[in-house]
């Protein structure tokens, strides 16, 4: 991003990418760190919304202009892998993926498994396609079943033969009555106590935060210990059948008037959101 003046600010960016003169200065997970060819790197530990301006108003500077009130950095002055070494340290390490994750994968989003006037096929979808995969001769080790195949045991049937596991999708604002019930309904007047982003400018219920137009539901609130517990009950049944993973997908919808159950309001949140996201998921 040098000679970029950059938004830290999560947001969905997947149409500003797939046009070629788009805007390639959004991105879905922003982390403020600075690696310098002078041999140090920083790391900025806050999770507020940031402008970093890296050399555009002049070359030789850069700024990082936070907009919350706490200030915190790291410095590291060792060799760039060291200093790494010493972020992840600090932050956390990702898990090492099993070797069958790391081979041929398949699968789409939702409307190729029931496309629109065929929403009843998804099953006889799924076995086409792991037939013709045999064929070839292409050993397909997980199966991306988005939206009706990860809900129906016998999909999973079907993988089985072969050898095949099914990785899922998740939203979130999958909906509370939805994770708990497994019915798609939506609440019409959730309660205080249910681990949804409510709003701050408001103590009425009612008055949450919504998931985008086309992911209708209440945004979790994976700072509420009864997050987790929603969680299992929404897939408890799915990793019995045997679904191996899943996708996390949105999470960059928190608005600024939120207020969560760990007292953040959406300005520290926005951000922060994707790191509590993952955090109780992988739980």
Request: hydrophobic share 35%; glycine share 10%.
């Amino acid at each position: 991003q040098v000679g970029q003046s950059v938004l830290l600010w999560n947001t969905e960016a997947y149409n500003d990418l797939l046009d070629y003169n788009g805007d390639k200065t959004r991105g879905y997970k922003n982390i403020p760190i600075l690696h310098s060819t002078n041999g140090y790197m920083l790391f900025f530990n806050s999770t507020y919304a940031a402008q970093a301006d890296i050399g555009k108003t002049d070359k030789n500077h850069y700024t990082l202009d936070f907009n919350g009130d706490k200030f915190d950095f790291y410095m590291w002055t060792n060799t760039p892998l060291e200093n790494v070494a010493s972020y992840t340290n600090l932050t956390g390490r990702t898990i090492i993926p099993p070797k069958w994750a790391l081979s041929y994968l398949a699968g789409n989003g939702g409307q190729v498994w029931s496309p629109p006037g065929n929403e009843g096929q998804y099953v006889e979808n799924v076995e086409e396609v792991m037939e013709k995969y045999a064929e070839l001769g292409t050993p397909i080790q997980g199966l991306g079943g988005e939206g009706d195949p990860m809900e129906d045991a016998e999909c999973y049937s079907i993988l089985k033969k072969y050898g095949t596991r099914m990785l899922g999708w998740y939203w979130s604002a999958m909906g509370i009555s939805d994770m708990t019930n497994r019915t798609p309904t939506l609440i019409s007047t959730p309660t205080k106590d249910m681990p949804i982003v409510w709003k701050k400018s408001s103590a009425d219920r009612g008055s949450f935060i919504k998931g985008q137009d086309e992911m209708p539901g209440e945004y979790i609130d994976f700072t509420n210990p009864l997050a987790g517990t929603a969680l299992s009950g929404k897939f408890r049944k799915l990793w019995e059948w045997g679904l191996a993973g899943c996708m996390v997908d949105m999470g960059d919808q928190v608005t600024l008037d939120s207020i969560f159950y760990n007292g953040m309001t959406g300005e520290e949140m926005h951000n922060f959101y994707a790191y509590w996201y993952n955090k109780v998921y992988y739980e």
